[in-house]
């Protein structure tokens, strides 16, 4: 079977860094992708690792290391608008796997 | 810039009744999926489908669902007699490509009651 492992909340102040670690196990790993989804909102697309390292887009990165199967989303700068779930899916050429996700929650 | 779109955003309806949830993917994606997501859970995938056939399909699809693509634009699922447990938001989603099909782009969901 297909499982991930997130923290369930994180709290972090507007302005400061935070990351959201994510552990899975699954056969036939393709990559690792990260989704956000405000409250009553669609997932949207954030990144996606299929090799080990570091991926940049603008304030958020996301990082793998497939021989810990391993992966995290960083946040810097923290916006109040960035307050959603972050959600860790198993991906590829394979269904999205969606792990159930870490609730931010960004304070002023 | 393209989306997907859903109709209805929500729909109410009774235990034992069928209803036929819609969707227009992005207009030059090949791939399309319908998810589920019941309230305050994780996103649960149920079918993909490719070149007007089932390419994939969780446990959770069983014949009590069916999808549909009738013209060159919709996209549909259809839940045969609707139980309470169906409750939910259903997401439509599609890709480009398979290997593209870590980058899903999704609709604004249409939340499913049924009483």
């Not at chain 1, 923290?78 to 959603?84: G, H, I, R």
């Not at chain 2, 070149?51 to 693509?69: A, G, H, L, P, T």
């Not at chain 2, 634009?73 to 870590?102: G, P, V």
């Amino acid at each position: 079977g297909q499982s991930l492992e997130q923290p369930s909340e994180v709290t972090a102040v507007e302005g400061a860094i935070v990351q959201i670690n994510c552990t899975y196990q699954t056969s036939g790993f393709y990559g690792l992708s990260w989704y956000q989804q405000h409250d009553g909102g669609a997932p949207t697309f954030l990144s996606y690792n299929a090799l080990d390292g570091l991926e940049e887009t603008g304030r958020f990165s996301s990082f793998l290391s497939r021989s810990d199967s391993y992966g995290y989303l960083l946040l810097q700068e923290l916006q109040m608008k960035d307050s959603a779930s972050y959600f860790c899916v198993i991906s590829g050429n394979t269904p999205l796997v969606f792990g159930k996700g870490t609730r931010l929650s960004v304070i002023a | 810039e393209p989306e997907v779109t859903q109709t209805p955003s929500h729909q109410v309806t009774q235990m034992g009744q069928e209803v036929i949830l819609r969707c227009v993917p992005i207009s030059n994606h090949l791939y399309f999926y319908w998810y589920r997501q019941i309230l305050g859970q994780k996103v649960e995938f149920l079918v993909s489908f490719y070149n007007n056939e089932i390419s994939e399909k969780s446990e959770i699809f069983d014949d009590q669902f069916s999808v549909e693509r009738p013209d060159g634009s919709n996209f549909t699922l259809k839940i045969r007699s609707t139980k309470l447990e169906d409750s939910a938001m259903y997401f439509c989603a599609s890709s480009e490509s398979a290997d593209s099909s870590y980058e899903q782009y999704f609709g604004p969901g249409t939340r499913l009651t049924v009483t």
